[in-house]
C-alpha cells in the first residue's frame, strides 16, 4: 500500500513560482512511477508532469513545458513539482500519483488518470492576472 501526502500550493500572481511535494510512503513507493495531475473546476483531470521510479526519466504536458520542472529524491521519497512563470490558466488543484506498474508499453498510458493505483488528496493552486 501506498500514501501520498501532498504539501505546497497557494495564491500567487502571474508570474511567480510555486513547488509542490509529495511524500510517499509504503515500502513500493520507490518502485512507482509518479505523476502530477490538475484539474479545474468543470473539467477533467489532467497529465502535468511524470518521473520514472529512477528520477531519471521525466515527461511534460506540452502546457508546461519549459516552466515546470519534476524531481524525484528517492532518498526522501518525494516528488517535487517546481512550477515557474505561471499563468492563471493554471489554477487547478494539482494532485499526485502513483502507478504501481514500473513498465508501461507507451509513455501515453501514463498520461492517462485512470492508470494511477494512488493519489494525494490535491493541492489548491491559483494564480492571478
Known amino acids: 500500500q501506498v500514501q501520498l501526502v501532498q504539501s505546497g500550493g497557494g495564491s500567487v500572481q502571474a508570474g511567480d513560482s510555486l513547488k509542490l511535494s509529495c511524500l510517499g510512503s509504503g515500502s513500493s513507493f520507490s518502485s512507482t512511477f509518479v505523476g502530477w495531475f490538475r484539474q479545474a473546476p468543470g473539467q477533467e483531470r489532467l497529465f502535468v508532469a511524470g518521473v520514472d521510479r529512477s528520477g531519471g526519466n521525466v515527461y511534460y504536458a506540452d502546457s508546461v513545458k519549459g516552466r515546470f520542472g519534476i524531481s524525484r529524491d528517492k532518498a526522501k521519497n518525494t516528488v517535487e513539482l517546481q512550477m515557474n512563470s505561471l499563468k492563471p490558466e493554471d489554477t487547478a488543484i494539482y494532485y499526485c500519483?502513483?502507478?504501481?506498474?514500473?513498465?508501461?508499453?507507451?509513455?501515453?498510458?501514463?498520461?492517462?488518470?485512470?492508470?494511477?493505483?494512488?493519489w494525494g488528496p490535491g493541492s489548491q493552486v491559483t494564480v492571478s492576472p
Open positions: 500519483a502513483a502507478d504501481r506498474q514500473a513498465t508501461r508499453p507507451t509513455i501515453r498510458d501514463r498520461r492517462k488518470a485512470s492508470t494511477y493505483d494512488y
